[in-house]
């Protein structure tokens, strides 16, 4: 099993994100990109739009299905990650960096605390 990034926090969806300055980034991990197989898509909300802690923001699809993105804090959009309708590959081969998916400016900063820590991830895709 891979280990997980100590300084991002995750979902049990397998969303992770990282905080930086006044703003959340947020993408899956690289167990829910092994599940998935090559990404041949993603889509992804609009800048200026609101998501809602544990409601769907996207899809993403890949040669095996096409899954749901759960947003892992409540927030306002402010980037999108444009080069992933270009080249959603990089989902595959940088999760945790290139393959990034939307910054969030938080409206809930307390929704943090409720994430799951590196090694509380590693325990939940454990038992899976």
């Known amino acids: 099993m891979s280990s997980f990034p100590a300084?991002?926090?995750?979902?049990?969806d397998h969303e992770w994100l990282r905080a930086q300055g006044t703003s959340w980034?947020?993408?899956i991990t690289q167990f829910a990109v092994d599940a998935l197989?090559?990404?041949?898509l993603v889509d992804?909300?609009?800048e200026g739009d609101l998501?809602?802690?544990g409601q769907r923001f996207g899809t993403i699809e890949s040669v095996k299905s096409v899954s749901d993105?759960?947003?892992p804090v409540s927030g306002r959009v402010i980037a999108i990650n444009t080069t992933l309708k270009d080249s959603p590959e990089s989902v595959n081969t940088?999760?945790?960096g290139k393959g990034w998916m939307?910054?969030?400016e938080p409206t809930e900063k307390s929704e943090l605390d409720e994430l799951l820590s590196s090694e509380a991830y590693t325990t939940h895709v454990s038992a899976q």
Do not use: C, M, Q, S
């Open 7 to 12: 300084d991002l926090r995750y979902t049990n």
């Open 25 to 27: 980034r947020v993408g």
């Open 37 to 40: 197989g090559d990404i041949t």
């Open 44 to 46: 992804l909300p609009k």
């Open 51 to 53: 998501v809602t802690k």
């Open 69 to 71: 993105l759960y947003a």
């Open 94 to 96: 940088e999760p945790y």
């Open 102 to 104: 939307i910054d969030l």
